[in-house]
């Protein structure tokens, strides 16, 4: 119960392990990956090959580390005072509690800008076409003379002076000096194309350098340089670096090459290649041309054994052309007597179709048509005749004429129309009747409806 009185109230305290493991943790959840910018102070480099440095502006400053799996992949190893930038995780050193970086990737502070300007170039020239195939020139596999855009006193040209003796020194190359880092190098690079076109004597032309820092190989990344080897007349091999390093000029040359030295390689022919070639050749050509003798002595010795003695051969051809002078005489006969009975058989049939007996016969035909036809039209005049005098008889029969002939007669009236009742008519109408000889001009004096005629026709 004693106990229970004088319990301790106070709130838990944290350990400093445990603290620091929390602060460790928020840290690590709040910042997932930052990207940080400052001047590099107090760079070490211990035994293990981890980096550790201080990255510092004109205010504060933060510890970084970097460890060796990640610092191997950085070409140049910064100094102290680079203005650097970092990226990499927010996180606490726990042992010591020290607030810290764990540095994933560094790069010097102006590195994102050229890497912005090289985008942006790339993409502006790519839309206008200086990367499409269509347009680059294929390198010769044979160069007669081969020209170097480099400096005199790099190791670039050293490389591929050395890999040409190896390879094939019967080829003359021409170096076209040059600057290739800072500044002045644009205009001069640009110059030394311009100088080779010129020459006129390279058929390959080489351009590159040896390997550096980005800022180093940066004149081959400038658009002047970019569009004078576009607009090179001479087939162009960029060799800029080391096969990593990647630039504008390696997009619009003809053909890029990762090394100077493997730009020697692809414009030279290797001479022991070629001299195995040669040797090759040689041996198949010796091989063929024996092969041919041996082919052209099988064949005289074949044709020698075929070869027969003159005098018998034109013995045979003599007898062979007094048979053929026999069968000749003998064709000649038989094609003559042939055409002797082929003729007689003609004439025997041309004089029965002699055209005169077929005149004669014609007229003979020609005559009893004629006579036949006389026949045929008068009786057919006959048989119209008669028709014609049955068809008038029948007409007359039924002819107006006849009726009027007995007696009969056409009344009408003044306005030429027909009178066919009495009431058509009334007394003092002038009126004319057409009889069979003649017409007969009359005036009404009476009118008498009644059919008296047809009650009385004898009045």
């Given at each position: 119960m004693v106990n229970d009185v004088f319990q301790d109230t106070r709130p838990r305290a944290l350990s400093v392990s445990e603290l620091n493991h929390q602060a460790r943790h928020l840290l690590e959840s709040s910042f997932m990956q930052v990207w940080v910018e400052g001047e590099l102070s107090g760079f070490s480099r211990p035994s293990s090959g981890?980096?550790?440095?201080?990255?510092?502006?004109?205010?504060?400053?933060?510890?970084?580390?970097?460890?060796?799996g990640m610092n191997q992949r950085i070409r140049a190893i910064p100094k102290e005072g680079d203005q650097v930038r970092i990226r990499g995780k927010v996180t606490l050193y726990e042992n010591r509690g020290d607030f810290q970086i764990i540095v994933e990737h560094i790069e010097?502070?102006?590195?994102?800008?050229?890497?912005?300007?090289?985008?942006?170039?790339?993409?502006?020239?790519?839309?206008?076409?200086?990367?499409?195939?269509?347009?680059?020139?294929p390198v010769p596999a044979l160069p007669v003379h081969i020209g170097v855009?480099?400096?005199?006193?790099?190791?670039?040209?050293?490389?591929?002076?050395?890999?040409?003796?190896?390879?094939?020194?019967?080829?003359?190359?021409?170096?076209?000096?040059?600057?290739?880092?800072?500044k002045p190098a644009t205009s001069e690079i640009v110059k030394a194309i311009a100088l080779a076109q010129a020459h006129g004597v390279a058929d390959v032309l080489i351009i590159g350098r040896g390997g550096g820092s980005l800022e180093d190989l940066w004149c081959f990344n400038e658009e002047a340089v970019a569009r004078a080897i576009a607009a090179c007349s001479i087939p162009t091999v960029s060799a800029v670096g080391h096969e990593t390093d990647i630039t504008i000029a390696d997009f619009v040359a003809d053909f890029r090459a990762p090394t100077p030295s493997a730009a020697a390689e692809k414009v030279s022919?290797?001479?022991?290649?070629?001299?195995?070639?040669?040797?090759?050749?040689?041996?198949?050509?010796?091989?063929?041309?024996?092969?041919?003798?041996?082919?052209?002595?099988?064949?005289?010795?074949?044709?020698?054994?075929?070869?027969?003695?003159?005098?018998?051969?034109?013995?045979?051809?003599?007898?062979?052309?007094?048979?053929?002078?026999?069968?000749?005489?003998?064709?000649?006969?038989?094609?003559?007597?042939?055409?002797?009975?082929?003729?007689?058989h003609l004439a025997q049939r041309?004089?029965?179709?002699?055209?005169?007996?077929?005149?004669?016969?014609?007229?003979?035909?020609?005559?009893?048509?004629?006579?036949?036809?006389?026949?045929?039209?008068?009786?057919?005049?006959?048989?119209l005749q008669d028709k014609l005098a049955h068809s008038a008889g029948t007409l007359n029969v039924v002819s107006p004429l006849?009726?009027?002939?007995?007696?009969?007669?056409?009344?009408?009236?003044?306005?030429?129309?027909?009178?066919?009742?009495?009431?058509?008519?009334?007394?003092g109408d002038r009126i004319s009747a057409h009889v069979a000889h003649g017409t007969v001009a009359a005036e009404v004096t009476s009118v008498d409806p009644k059919d008296n005629w047809a009650r009385n026709p004898a009045n």
């Open positions: 981890h980096w550790y440095f201080s990255l510092k502006d004109h205010k504060c400053q933060v510890r970084c580390a970097m460890f060796r010097p502070a102006g590195l994102g800008a050229l890497q912005q300007a090289f985008e942006e170039l790339k993409r502006k020239l790519q839309t206008e076409g200086l990367f499409e195939l269509g347009r680059k020139k855009v480099t400096s005199p006193t790099g190791a670039a040209i050293h490389d591929i002076l050395t890999v040409l003796a190896r390879r094939c020194p019967a080829i003359p190359v021409t170096l076209y000096p040059t600057t290739v880092q800072g022919p290797d001479q022991r290649e070629m001299l195995r070639q040669i040797n090759d050749c040689e041996v198949r050509l010796a091989n063929a041309a024996r092969r041919a003798l041996q082919q052209l002595a099988t064949k005289l010795e074949h044709l020698s054994t075929r070869l027969r003695d003159p005098r018998r051969e034109l013995l045979e051809k003599a007898q062979r052309l007094d048979e053929l002078e026999l069968r000749l005489g003998k064709s000649i006969q038989q094609r003559l007597e042939r055409s002797q009975v082929r003729t007689a041309l004089s029965t179709q002699s055209p005169r007996n077929q005149l004669a016969n014609s007229r003979q035909t020609l005559e009893r048509s004629a006579s036949q036809l006389d026949a045929a039209m008068q009786r057919i005049l006959v048989r006849a009726t009027l002939g007995r007696g009969y007669a056409i009344v009408r009236d003044e306005h030429g129309n027909i009178i066919r009742n009495a009431v058509d008519v009334v007394a």
